[in-house]
Structure formats: C-alpha cells, structure tokens
C-alpha cells in the first residue's frame, strides 16, 4: 500500500449489497460494516503533500495573513458586494475574537489563514442574511412549523413553552438575529 491511503472497500464493493445489521432490525447494516472496515493513514508523523498543496502553504507562510477587523470586513464586502452589515454590535465579539486569535503565538500561518478564512465566510453570511432580510421584511411574519416527529420529553415541553409565550422567542424580533 502506498504511504498515505487508506485501506476501506471502495462504494461500488458495497453498492447492492445487504448487510445483517447487529441490532436485528432487518434493516441493512451498512453502517456497521464501514465501521468494522480497516482503514489506516500511515504518514501522520510525515504528511507527504501534494505539489499544489506544498506551494499553497509556502504562499501562506511567505505572506502570512493580517486578522483584522478590517480585513474580514472588507473581504466579504468585495466577495458580496454589499456594505451594510447591519446592526454594528457584532464588532466588538469580533474584536474579542481576533484579540484571542492574535495572541496565540502559537498559530503558524497556515492556521492563521485558516482562521481568516473562516471569519470572511461567517461575515459574508452576515452581510447575505442581512440583505435578505432587508429585501423581504415577511420573512419576519413567516410561522416556523415543527416537524412532525417523536422529541423527548424536555424538548416537548420547551416546544410549548415556547407555543405558550410567542412573543419571547418570535423571529419578528430582529435583534435575535445579531
């Protein structure tokens, strides 16, 4: 086996195939025989990186990436086009975030590139919701229906509490939002 694969039956070896499962519901037990399947990763002390990956981290690491507010900001404004944020009470939990981020003298630059990536999306999302909603103010009236299937009993009588009292957990509140 070559360093770095994985020793697992490929989907086609498993495609048509019933399995007994172990519970003996009669249902298949596909579950169960992947989880009973070998697989092991070989070059965790050595990772042997694809070309492409190699010069991704190399770039990373060369220009290492700047958290600031105003880089998230500003990434997902031109990934959007849209500037209006909404409320800008979100900014100060974003400051604690990246002061966090930032002092962690640990993160290398490839988690640090990581770590803006994941902040531009959840700003992007922001920006989108926010736009959406602007744009569609009735989604605000909109009633949520609960699926019709089996909860536990807490969350049956959360679920009434809340059916009981709709003006505590309403949507049509917009501030629940940020």
Known sequence: MARGTAQIAPAAVLQGKVFPNHQGTGLPGVMETMMSLKFSIDDLTDPQLSPEMKGYIASVEANPPALTEDAILSAARDA???????????????????????????????????????????????????????????????????????????????????????????????SRLT
């Open 80 to 174: 959007t086009g849209l500037n209006d944020f909404g409320p800008e009470d979100f900014r100060e939990r974003l400051k604690v975030l990246l002061d966090e981020w930032n002092g962690d003298k640990r993160a290398y630059a490839l988690k640090r590139q990581f770590l803006l990536d994941y902040a531009i999306r959840y700003a992007t999302n922001r920006l989108l919701i926010h736009d959406l909603l602007k744009h569609h103010p009735g989604i605000y009236d909109e009633q949520c229906r609960i699926a019709n299937h089996r909860l536990g009993q807490d969350q049956d009588r959360r679920i009434a509490r809340i059916a009981r009292k709709p003006d505590r957990h309403s949507i049509a509140d917009p």
